[in-house]
């Protein structure tokens, strides 16, 4: 059995081998010392995680009440009048079914699904980039993308992705993705990463957001087996990332990293939120253009 992280099950290669899984494990543990792969939680995978991405299909199947309530809870983040980016991936499509019902709003994506949700939401602005569709996540990729991006500034990013550790932050195992992804995180002021547990302490092969460059990690609770998981997490806020986690069984909750390790949270890294009026055009915003007619009158 593949699971979500790309992993092979230690029973499922105890029955292609036709031996015990005490040894398969002994094995395992084996291969991993010589740098020939890494162990997860029952199973292994290559190195650094650099397996073949998985299709659109077969990602819209996989931790789908993770990715409902982490959707739930990003949501949240987002304010009434605000401009924000939202990238390629199934999670961020589930935020966008979201922000449908937030007024004013106005999203810059690449991604054709998330658009899609937002087709024929009352008072919310889609821009698309341009570029070259690539068919297996409906994203536009390629240097139309990348160029439509630039002088771009709003208030938030939010992004999702193959992997995300301590180390090197989030990664993608698609460098197109990975290019398009970086020129996103360049036009916000904060970044949140969508990320379920399942990603946490996957490595793949191309670094979209570095860790320094996250304001904060969205994500569910991972199961109490998962130390790998955990112990990630932990690295995660020990370098300053704010760790919204969602509640049990999936439910929208809040920050949950254990008070008494939690670090002090930092404010946005990368300047206030900026609004959509602001950002789009050279006029002021609503608020401002009504204090000056008040004060003509007078």
């Given amino acids: 059995m593949v699971r979500a992280n790309g992993a092979v099950s230690l029973r499922e290669l105890a029955r292609v081998v036709q031996t015990s899984e005490v040894t398969v494990r002994r094995d395992v543990r084996a291969l991993e010392a010589e740098g020939l792969l890494d162990r997860r939680h029952g199973g292994a995978v290559l190195p650094g995680g650099f397996t073949r ?103 938030k990013a939010f992004l999702s992705g193959s992997g995300l550790t301590a180390e090197r932050g989030l990664s993608t195992s698609n460098m197109l993705s990975a290019s398009v992804d970086r020129a996103l995180v360049q036009a916000a002021a904060e970044v949140v990463v969508l990320a379920d547990h399942t990603k946490l302490g996957t490595d793949t092969m191309f670094q979209t957001v570095p860790t320094d460059l996250i304001t904060r990690l969205v994500t569910d609770e991972p199961p109490g087996h998962d130390d790998r998981a955990a112990t990630e997490l932990q690295a995660l806020a020990d370098q300053g990332v704010q760790i919204a986690v969602t509640g049990a069984n999936g439910s929208p909750g809040g920050d949950q990293v254990p008070p008494a390790r939690r670090p002090q949270l930092p404010g946005p890294r990368r300047g206030n939120p900026l609004r959509s009026a602001s950002v789009l055009s050279d006029q002021p915003p609503p608020s401002e253009r009504a204090r000056v007619a008040d004060l003509r009158r007078r």
């Fill in 53 to 155: 991405e998985s299709g659109f299909p077969q990602k819209s199947h996989l931790a789908t009440a993770e990715k409902t309530a982490i959707a739930d809870l990003a949501a949240g983040l987002v304010e009434e009048g605000e401009a924000i980016v939202v990238g390629a991936g199934t999670t961020t499509q589930e935020l966008a079914r979201r922000l449908a019902r937030v007024p004013g709003l106005t999203v810059v994506t690449n991604s054709l699904l998330v658009a899609q949700a937002l087709a024929h939401a009352n008072r919310v602005e889609v821009v698309m980039t341009g570029g070259t569709l690539r068919g297996s996540n409906y994203a536009l990729v390629g240097s139309g993308a990348e160029q439509s991006l630039q002088g771009l500034r709003v208030s």
